[in-house]
Structure formats: structure tokens, C-alpha cells
């Protein structure tokens, strides 16, 4: 049985390693020079974080901007969240963005096309 659970887990991993790396890749291409894509093409982490390329120096705009983007994603059925990332704690506060996540249950073609809508959204906002 742990032998079963074993190969189940490292197939999942396998997947997930491959749908960020996909996810890391197509981003980079899709929105260059309007977002910001954080993490190595390597990184583990399965959650990518978007902040403007160009921000402005009105943090409220920036995040509506961003959630325009995510609007428009959601338009295409790919869920975005535009995340404030501020709290009244902070002294210096990271710039708002976008968050995605790749996940074991997407495929390639899944996670291609919402590469192809961030992407889009990104072109159709921010004007690029």
C-alpha cells in the first residue's frame, strides 16, 4: 500500500512540477514588459505573483488595474485574484498583483489557455 501511495504522490508531484514550470515559461512570454513574473522558471512554488511592470505610484489604481485584468481572464473562464498585499502592519508594503496557481488537476492544454488569457487581458488593459 505505501508503495501504491508513494507512486500516486511522486506522479503528482511530477505533474505539479511540470504545470508551474509551463505556467512559469508561458507567462514570462505572454506579458512581458506589463507584468512581473515572480518566481525562477525552476521554482518549486506552484503560486506566481503579478505586479505591474510599470506601476504607478497610487497603489489603488494599481490594484484596479490589476482587477481588470482579472476580469477580463474571467471573461475567458480562468479565475484570477488581485491581491491588495498591504497590511496597515507594513512600513513598506509589496506592490499589489495578480496570483496564479498551478495545480496537479490542470492539464497542459488547461493551464496553455490560461496562459493565453493573462496574457490577452494583459495586452487588452494595459495596451501593449
Known sequence: ??????????????????????????????????????????????????????????????????????????AEGVLLVAVPRHSYLDQHAAPPSIMLAANTGLSGQEVAAAVAAVGAAARAVLGA
Open 1 to 74: 500500500m505505501r508503495q501504491l501511495l508513494a507512486g500516486a504522490a511522486l506522479d503528482r508531484m511530477t505533474s505539479l512540477a511540470a504545470n508551474t514550470r509551463q505556467l512559469r515559461s508561458g507567462l514570462q512570454n505572454a506579458v512581458p514588459q506589463l507584468l512581473h513574473v515572480y518566481g525562477g522558471v525552476e521554482s518549486p512554488a506552484a503560486l506566481k505573483h503579478m505586479p505591474l511592470a510599470q506601476p504607478s505610484k497610487d497603489r489603488d489604481r494599481d490594484t484596479d488595474t490589476l482587477q481588470r485584468v482579472a476580469d477580463h481572464c474571467l
